[in-house]
């Protein structure tokens, strides 16, 4: 029985890849973040997205495009239609499951600007058609498809392996070279005529892996660090690289890659993924110089400990700021000021908590310094006046 297409949009709360009608699939768990035409009343687990491998990959891509992780996106549009469908007895339930048809992710922000820039750019698209039409050919298009069938043909036969370095790529991220005189494809790196990143794995991700996987931190290590040279090249942002494994052995599906090359983040296959509130590093303070005063932080007073400097990576950041994103300009804004001034116009603010330190103030700063790559960040450190 096929109901009504639906279109609805929010976050992922599950992703497992399942097996149906012979078929590789995804079932995502979804949690609505705006209204829709869904049935009221449905919790979040009755609602499974289902989605072939194509279409994740896609949506994996577009997220890191704009410079998100999967654990940050909020803005999944899904359209699709709403059917019931027996799924297998070892999978996710769901009342209302979701074929998808298209996805889409862009942030709030641009869909909004893009909304109020359409009218003027198609007016002014109308005021110079005929004067393109007479200068310029009538179009690409067919180039344009051209080219997607020549990458299509050069990947399957090379078999998705990059002529320059070897690493699997999908077709959606690489690029037509020609090495002595015959056209090859090519990796975003190749392409740039850069080398592949040495991968290194965020320490406390490797003490997450080993906790959830049960094996000693020295082997998580190299299983994250093997990964992407292992698997596929799937994303490719202007932040962040995205590596897809394409086998049901093993428990790691995806993993998540700054460009120096450092693995923060991953999706296990059963839908469990990295949160840094799970992490508890130890956090050892040197004070350079005691501070003095007392700052409000969201009408709590807090009286200053200290200022220091400390690795970025020991700074834990509580859930309301993983649940929402700084905006876009406001990111970029803090880049530009370090670039120009090579310090932030504030520190960060961090709260004392026995042995760590949690993230009070500053989420922008603190986005925008993993953004830079920063190993450290120059912190205030305090604590509640009453404690």
């Given at each position: 029985?096929?109901?009504?297409?639906?279109?609805?949009?929010?976050?992922?709360?599950?992703?497992?890849?399942?097996?149906?009608?012979?078929?590789?699939?995804?079932?995502?768990?979804?949690?609505?973040?705006?209204?829709?035409?869904?049935?009221?009343?449905?919790?979040?687990?009755?609602?499974?997205?289902?989605?072939?491998?194509?279409?994740?990959q896609e949506l994996i891509q577009s997220i890191v495009?704009?410079?998100?992780?999967?654990?940050?996106?909020?803005?999944?549009?899904?359209?699709?239609?709403?059917?019931?469908?027996?799924?297998?007895?070892?999978?996710?339930?769901?009342?209302?499951?979701?074929?998808?048809?298209?996805?889409?992710?862009?942030?709030?922000?641009?869909?909004?600007?893009?909304?109020?820039?359409?009218?003027?750019?198609?007016?002014?698209?109308?005021?110079?058609?005929?004067?393109?039409?007479?200068?310029?050919?009538?179009?690409?298009?067919?180039?344009?498809?051209?080219?997607?069938?020549?990458i299509a043909e050069l990947h399957k036969k090379y078999?998705?392996?990059?002529?320059?370095?070897?690493?699997?790529?999908?077709?959606?991220?690489?690029?037509?070279?020609?090495?002595?005189?015959?056209?090859?494809?090519?990796?975003?790196?190749?392409?740039?005529?850069?080398?592949?990143?040495?991968?290194?794995?965020?320490?406390?991700?490797?003490?997450?892996?080993?906790?959830?996987?049960?094996?000693?931190?020295?082997?998580?290590?190299?299983?994250?660090?093997?990964?992407?040279?292992?698997?596929?090249?799937?994303?490719?942002?202007?932040?962040?690289?995205?590596?897809?494994?394409?086998?049901?052995?093993?428990?790691?599906?995806?993993?998540?890659?700054?460009?120096?090359?450092?693995?923060?983040?991953?999706?296990?296959?059963?839908?469990?993924?990295?949160?840094?509130?799970?992490?508890?590093?130890?956090?050892?303070?040197?004070?350079?110089?005691?501070?003095?005063?007392?700052?409000?932080?969201?009408?709590?007073?807090?009286?200053?400990?200290?200022?220091?400097?400390?690795?970025?990576?020991?700074?834990?950041?509580?859930?309301?700021?993983?649940?929402?994103?700084?905006?876009?300009?406001?990111?970029?804004?803090?880049?530009?000021?370090?670039?120009?001034?090579?310090?932030?116009?504030?520190?960060?603010?961090?709260?004392?908590?026995?042995?760590?330190?949690?993230?009070?103030?500053?989420?922008?700063?603190?986005?925008?310094?993993?953004?830079?790559?920063?190993?450290?960040?120059?912190?205030?450190?305090?604590?509640?006046?009453?404690?």
């Open positions: 029985m096929v109901l009504p297409a639906v279109r609805i949009k929010g976050k992922p709360i599950s992703i497992k890849e399942i097996s149906l009608e012979n078929r590789e699939m995804i079932a995502m768990g979804f949690e609505e973040t705006s209204s829709s035409d869904l049935p009221n009343g449905l919790s979040n687990e009755e609602k499974i997205i289902l989605m072939d491998l194509n279409q994740w495009s704009v410079g998100d992780s999967l654990n940050n996106a909020n803005d999944i549009i899904i359209e699709g239609e709403l059917k019931e469908i027996k799924l297998p007895d070892d999978n996710p339930k769901g009342v209302a499951t979701i074929v998808c048809s298209k996805t889409e992710y862009y942030k709030e922000e641009k869909r909004e600007k893009a909304q109020k820039e359409k009218p003027e750019r198609e007016n002014e698209e109308h005021i110079e058609q005929k004067s393109q039409s007479e200068s310029k050919p009538k179009s690409n298009n067919r180039s344009v498809k051209q080219k997607k069938k020549d078999d998705g392996v990059c002529q320059g370095c070897g690493q699997r790529c999908d077709k959606k991220v690489v690029s037509i070279k020609k090495k002595k005189g015959e056209r090859v494809i090519a990796c975003p790196d190749c392409s740039q005529k850069k080398k592949r990143p040495k991968f290194r794995a965020n320490n406390n991700l490797v003490k997450w892996v080993a906790q959830t996987s049960n094996i000693d931190e020295e082997k998580a290590r190299e299983e994250l660090e093997a990964f992407p040279s292992t698997y596929a090249l799937v994303a490719f942002g202007p932040i962040t690289r995205v590596y897809w494994s394409w086998e049901k052995a093993g428990k790691i599906e995806t993993v998540f890659v700054n460009h120096s090359g450092e693995i923060f983040n991953l999706n296990y296959k059963d839908g469990t993924q990295f949160l840094r509130k799970n992490n508890k590093p130890k956090v050892e303070y040197k004070s350079k110089r005691m501070g003095r005063g007392k700052l409000f932080i969201q009408g709590d007073e807090y009286r200053i400990i200290t200022k220091d400097e400390i690795s970025v990576d020991e700074i834990e950041v509580p859930e309301k700021f993983l649940n929402s994103s700084p905006r876009r300009e406001k990111v970029m804004e803090k880049i530009n000021y370090y670039k120009q001034h090579k310090k932030w116009d504030r520190d960060v603010v961090v709260i004392k908590k026995d042995n760590k330190v949690e993230l009070a103030d500053g989420y922008t700063r603190y986005v925008a310094t993993k953004e830079l790559n920063l190993n450290k960040a120059k912190v205030v450190i305090v604590e509640k006046a009453n404690s």
